[in-house]
């Protein structure tokens, strides 16, 4: 089994920073990563998949990068509403699909 | 807009079955691959199963394989989970969630796409 390590596990900033979340994967997933954002109370919404793909209607601040084992997220000006669980997502050949345990992002 | 409606979650004793359901709307359910992802009370996301469009190919996490069985009815636009044997490490918000359009298999090897949109989730207890 793949394992996503993401880190750290909580990140404290506040509005208009920078956010960098890491995730690392413990073999190659070549770009097979995806990353979800999760507020309180609510189901996980897909921001970035292919690593670097932005999903529909995700503002341009979202940006993911990376290939191999190593991959960040990056919130280049955070908005109120940015703060919350962000989950990375590995999905190889079938039924390979592990998540990473999750960084919270908090003011 | 595409909606997925969870059902069928509850409390149950330990060994016993429950199915869930996850009715699909606002899209052609019949040409995506659909998934159930759980997340345990204060914990993260974890896999359960996928289908795909035509259930010709079915994946389970080691954790639920030979208990829990997904399926899904194309003409009823709905999908499935029947739970086995559960224990108390089962409990969890369940999600179905439905394939951007990304799953494909080639060469006898299928390849799943990504989760997008989740629906609300049916929360299942397991406990005596």
């Known amino acids: 089994e793949i394992v996503l390590t993401q880190s750290p596990a909580t990140l404290s900033l506040s509005p208009g920073e920078r956010a960098t979340l890491s995730c690392r994967a413990s073999?190659?997933?070549?770009?097979?990563l995806a990353w979800y954002q999760q507020k309180p109370g609510q189901a996980p919404r897909l921001l970035i998949y292919?690593?670097?793909t932005r999903a529909t209607g995700i503002p341009a601040r979202f940006s993911g990068s990376g290939s191999g084992t190593d991959f960040t997220l990056t919130i280049s000006s955070l908005e109120p509403e940015d703060f919350a669980v962000y989950y990375c997502?590995?999905?190889?050949?079938?039924?390979?699909?592990?998540f990473g345990q999750g960084t919270r992002l908090e003011i | 807009e595409v909606q997925l409606v969870e059902s069928g979650g509850g409390l149950v004793q330990p060994g016993r079955s429950l199915r869930l359901s996850c009715a699909a709307s606002?899209?052609?359910?019949?040409?995506?691959?659909m998934y159930w992802v759980r997340q345990a009370p204060g914990k993260g996301l974890e896999w359960v199963s996928g289908?795909?469009?035509?259930?010709?190919?079915?994946g389970y996490a080691d954790s639920v394989k030979g208990r829990f069985t997904i399926s899904r009815d194309n003409a009823k636009n709905s999908l499935y989970l029947q739970m086995n044997s559960l224990r108390a490490e089962d409990t969890a918000l369940y999600y179905c969630?439905?394939?951007?359009?990304?799953?494909?298999?080639?060469?006898?090897?299928?390849?799943?796409?990504?989760?997008?949109?989740w629906g609300q989730g049916t929360l299942v207890t397991v406990s005596s």
């Open positions: 969630a439905k394939d951007i359009g990304f799953f494909y298999c080639n060469g006898g090897s299928c390849y799943p796409g990504w989760f997008d949109p």
């Open positions: 997502q590995q999905r190889t050949k079938w039924p390979s699909i592990t």
């Open positions: 073999q190659s997933v070549s770009s097979y």
């Open positions: 292919d690593a670097s």
């Open positions: 289908i795909s469009w035509n259930s010709g190919s079915i």
């Open positions: 606002g899209f052609s359910f019949d040409d995506y691959a």
